[in-house]
């Protein structure tokens, strides 16, 4: 379980060989495919399950952008992802009856690098304050996260 509360978070994701060669791929606008597998990968997405806003997070004023990046670039060459993450993005998607959130990586996967690096680094940076005090106190729990191959094709 994730807890965002302060100013920035990162987290780094491992990757598989076969599936960083496929998104490469997908960064560099081609389709790809893992090893016994028919299917062609055209996109990935970033998500995020269990997502749920604490009881000061539900004072909102703030929000995070989400980065993604390289592990020997997560900060000089991040790219931010086009969404972000707040408690009304939370609240959306609890009225559609779920508690995950859904990022498409699109060109943002071409901050990982040409290389297949073996991770991935998912940054959140707060944008704005939370409440009276703005500080570090718990804003929202996230359950779980993983990328997901898509056959589809999602910008």
């Known amino acids: ?10 987290v780094t994701l491992a990757i598989d060989p076969a599936q960083a060669q496929v998104l490469r791929r997908i960064a560099q606008g081609q389709p790809g495919s893992l090893p016994g597998d028919p299917a062609s ?9 269990d997502v749920s806003v604490t009881a000061a997070g539900a004072r909102g004023g703030y929000f995070y952008r989400i980065y993604l990046a390289s592990p020997a670039a997560a900060s000089a060459g991040a ?7 707040g408690p009304f993005e939370i609240a959306a998607a609890r009225q ?29 940076r707060r944008a704005g304050g939370a409440g009276a005090s703005g ?11 993983r990328l997901e191959l898509s056959t589809e094709q999602f910008n």
């Open 1 to 10: 379980m994730l807890t965002l509360g302060g100013a920035q978070h990162d």
């Open 41 to 49: 990968y055209r996109s990935a997405t970033l998500v995020l399950e």
């Open 79 to 85: 790219q931010q992802l086009p969404e972000s993450l």
């Open 96 to 124: 559609r009856g779920t508690a995950s959130l859904r990022y498409a990586l699109g060109t943002s996967l071409a901050a990982w690098g040409a290389q297949a690096a073996p991770a991935l680094v998912v940054s959140f």
């Open 135 to 145: 500080g570090d106190e718990p804003l929202i729990r996230i359950g779980s996260m």
